[in-house]
């Protein structure tokens, strides 16, 4: 069984940063796909990162230059960092890794969310 924990959210003051961790557990072969994925109160879940195994990486428009994600060597953990923290970024934010398991299935896993809220 896969497990994802996330950690980092938390209260922030706009400009500020945060970054948040993704802890992938369980029978894991490797990771092809990690993201991050946010949904404020009310509107739809939007991607925000992604990256992939060969390190190619993407981000939403509005957060391009104000965030970066990363992983690990061992491909277990994925981060993103977040700068310059604007009340619109407040949501909770999901991290979602497309996982192969060493009997080689595959699908993808949602971490149980981490509230982020930029406010003064």
């Known amino acids: 069984q896969v497990q994802l924990v996330e950690s980092g959210g938390g209260l922030v003051q706009p400009g500020g940063s945060l970054r948040l961790s993704c802890a992938a557990s369980?029978?894991?072969?490797?990771?092809?796909?990690s993201g991050w994925y946010r949904q404020a109160p009310g509107k739809q879940r939007e991607v925000v990162a992604v990256?992939?195994?060969?390190?190619?990486?993407n981000y939403a428009d509005s957060m391009k230059g104000r965030s970066t994600i990363s992983r690990d060597s061992a491909k277990k953990l994925v981060y993103l960092q977040m700068n310059s923290l604007k009340p619109e970024d407040t949501a909770v934010y999901y991290c979602n890794l497309v996982i192969m398991t060493r009997n080689n299935n595959g699908r993808s896993y949602w971490g149980q969310g981490t509230q982020v809220t930029v406010s003064s």
């Open positions: 369980g029978d894991i072969f490797s990771i092809p796909v």
């Open positions: 990256i992939t195994s060969g390190g190619t990486t």
